[in-house]
T-cell receptor, first 117, second 115 residues
Framework: NAGVTQTPKFRVLKTGQSMTLLCAQD?????MYWYRQDPGMGLRLIHY???????AKGEVPDGYNVSRLKKQNFLLGLESAAPSQTSVYFC????????????????FGAGTRLSVL | AQKVTQAQTEISVVEKEDVTLDCVYE???????LFWYKQPPSGELVFLIR??????QNEISGRYSWNFQKSTSSFNFTITASQVVDSAVYFCALSVKEYGNKLVFGAGTILRVKS
């Protein structure tokens, strides 16, 4: 059981380039999230999704777009990368259903280290 | 305000010592969840425990124990007989109702366990 898988693990971009970060989860979780982790600022929510085909803005959405075309995948896009987007990006997913599994626990991927030069 | 405070920036202990990591939270929600996550040097975030606001029973899991006190808004984490492999950054987090139950993280406590 892989859990939450993020690709790529590392990436270096030049200012103005675009890229997409992929998050895949195999736990059939409804909710998915993208956070960024910066020194001294902790983790901040960029965008989230409460189900297939729906996305919503988090605390720091500017400069990012997301899509969730399939329940198991949540993509984070940077259309025109800026040095301020240098960060470690984490994807997470959680179960909020009515079954017997523990709810509302966010499981995280291993992170993507992005540098924008 | 929805906030998590981890006042200890860094703690260093010698192997086999017990260590307690402090966490204080603020929330306007009447029901909520609290979490501890571990971030080892490899960088991933590992879920350790979840506690809901209506269950103040303390929990022990192996060398780990958690003390939740609603009256003082604290959710402290103790490692007994620490080991070098416990060296990591530990984050306390609060689940809030907005933004799809997003997590509000504390700043983290760096734990260094020396042999």
């Amino acid at each position: 059981n892989a859990g939450v898988t993020q690709t790529p693990k590392f990436r270096v971009l030049k200012t103005g380039q675009s890229m997409t970060l992929l998050c895949a989860q195999d736990m059939n979780h409804e909710y998915m999230y993208w956070y960024r982790q910066d020194p001294g600022m902790g983790l901040r929510l960029i965008h989230y999704s409460v189900g297939e085909g729906t996305t919503a803005k988090g605390e720091v959405p500017d400069g990012y777009n997301v899509s969730r075309l399939k329940k198991q995948n949540f993509l984070l896009g940077l259309e025109s990368a800026a040095p301020s987007q240098t960060s470690v990006y984490f994807c997470a997913s959680s179960y909020i259903g009515t079954g017997g599994r523990a709810k509302n626990i966010q499981y995280f991927g291993a992170g993507t280290r992005l540098s924008v030069l | 305000a929805q906030k998590v405070t981890q006042a200890q920036t860094e703690i260093s202990v010698v192997e086999k010592e017990d260590v307690t990591l402090d966490c204080v939270y603020e929330t306007r929600d009447t029901t909520y969840y609290l979490f501890w996550y571990k971030q080892p040097p490899s960088g991933e975030l590992v879920f350790l425990i979840r506690r809901n606001s209506f269950d103040e029973q303390n929990e022990i899991s192996g060398r780990y124990s958690w003390n939740f006190q609603k009256s003082t808004s604290s959710f402290n984490f103790t490692i007994t007989a620490s080991q070098v492999v416990d060296s990591a950054v530990y984050f306390c987090a609060l689940s809030v109702k907005e933004y799809g139950n997003k997590l509000v993280f504390g700043a983290g406590t760096i734990l260094r366990v020396k042999s």
